[in-house]
């Protein structure tokens, strides 16, 4: 019997399937929510598509309900790495951007590719990127009444009411990260993995958090430079005209948290950690600017962090030369 596969472009409020069975093609929009799961599997089983090997981008969250349902459904599941799914249709030139074609393209990806396996997390991982997560939405309200108080100083009432808030918001982040310390102590995996992470200088509990969060599992991926490019850090080059002199970008296409929290640890680490102190002193020295260093720092330092957890052992200057993503 020939494979039979499901790409499956996700959207916050829809999804759009391209079914490929015996060379035919049939394609369907559902709403991202447990009445569109249902919907889907009476959609396949129309077409008796009774087992499938579906096939979603990592995308973040507006997927992650529908794999569960996929994978408690008995289908195969592969989530796919951006990085990976844009190096494979720009091998075939695709070029075309409509979400029925963007599902076309996972279809076509997971027929020829054969992509390994998902299975659902560990509930402890979930639980702590939503802690983490929600930890930085408080730290970012209490930030913006903050700005508030400064920019536009208010009366009396106003600044009594923003104040309150504030230390709200304090009581609420203290508890919260008590709470994130706490759930990481208690599930030795994630423990381990911590105390790996944190053994890097640049890298303290708050990164560490955060890697934890945003990233499943490091040692799922199979060498740094995928883990670079589910970070959306690996270089990409521009070209201008018929020059063949450009500049480096950075690719942007994958987990923009990851992105954001390395900046100030990348900065700290610059000062501090002998390996990436030395890394960008040649750089600056090969006349590289201020932000294309920060950028390879913030690079270095999360290959520094695949790494440990990928070996099993802390940090040691000695050993991690030659890591490269």
Not at 52 to 77: F, I, M, N, P, Q
Not at 110 to 123: G, K, R, V
Not at 251 to 260: I, T, V
Request: with cysteine.
């Amino acid at each position: 019997m020939d494979k039979v596969v499901l790409g499956i472009d996700i959207a916050k409020e829809t999804f759009v399937v391209v079914l490929v069975r015996d060379e035919q093609r049939s394609q369907g929009e559902f709403s991202n929510d447990p009445a569109g799961y249902e919907q889907l599997g009476r959609w396949l089983n129309k077409r008796k598509a009774k087992t499938v090997h579906a096939c979603l981008e990592a995308t973040g969250r507006y997927g992650d309900a529908l794999a569960v349902w996929l994978h408690e459904s008995g289908h195969g599941v592969s989530v796919i790495n951006p990085a990976r799914l844009k190096a494979y249709a720009q091998s075939r030139l695709s070029r075309t951007k409509t979400d029925g074609v963007d599902a076309g393209l996972l279809a076509d990806f997971c027929l020829t590719q054969s992509p390994e396996a998902w299975t659902p997390p560990d509930p402890a991982w979930p639980e702590l990127q939503a802690m983490v997560r929600q930890l930085d939405a408080l730290q970012a309200t209490r930030q913006q009444e903050l700005n508030r108080l400064a920019a536009h100083p208010p009366s009396a009432v106003v600044r009594q009411t923003i104040e309150a808030h504030i230390a709200f918001l304090d009581a609420q982040i203290k508890t919260l990260k008590t709470q994130i310390r706490d759930h990481i102590d208690r599930h030795p995996d994630l423990k381990s993995q911590h105390d790996l992470l944190t053994s890097i200088p640049g890298i303290g509990d708050t990164t560490a958090n955060l890697i934890l969060a945003e990233i499943r599992d490091l040692r799922a991926f199979d060498d740094a430079g995928q883990v670079v490019a589910y970070a959306g850090l690996n270089p990409r080059h521009r070209q201008s005209g018929k020059s063949v002199h450009g500049h480096s970008t950075l690719s942007k296409c994958g987990n923009a948290r990851l992105r954001r929290g390395l900046y100030m640890p990348a900065l700290v680490a610059k000062r501090f950690n002998p390996f990436i102190q030395a890394f960008c002193a040649r750089l600056a020295q090969n006349g590289k600017p201020h932000m294309v260093v920060l950028a390879a720092a913030m690079r270095k330092l999360l290959v520094l962090a695949y790494g440990v957890v990928k070996s099993g052992q802390p940090f040691d200057p000695t050993r991690f030369t030659s890591i490269h993503p």
